[in-house]
């Protein structure tokens, strides 16, 4: 039986949003996490927007999702319950808020 992605939401990136965007979401007062480059599996247990200060990523679904390459001073959203792999080429900083 192959995934049904049709009604599951895709991983939104925003692309060098300006710092309005930022100030008006709150990144700046969002908690910090990072990791140095590697590869980890990740499942969402509920929704995740987080704004890159470093690094390079590559999400790739393992449930027939589209993956999403992003960098810094790019903003990602993260669907709840998507299972996951996290490709790091260049170590990750960010600003993150699970919702």
Not at 25 to 41: E, I, L, R
Not at 49 to 78: I, M, Q, W
Request: charged letters at 20%.
């Amino acid at each position: 039986m192959s995934a049904d992605t049709s009604t599951k939401p895709e991983i939104e990136v925003i692309s060098q949003p300006d710092q309005d965007f930022l100030e008006q979401k709150g990144v700046f007062n969002w908690g910090t996490w990072g990791c140095d480059a590697g590869s980890f599996p990740w499942t969402y247990g509920e929704n995740e927007s987080c704004y890159l200060l470093a690094g390079k990523v590559t999400v790739t679904p393992t449930d027939g999702r589209k993956p999403a390459t992003f960098e810094k001073g790019d903003f990602v959203t993260f669907p709840s319950g998507m299972p996951c792999q996290w490709d790091v080429s260049e170590a990750v900083q960010k600003h993150f808020l699970f919702f």
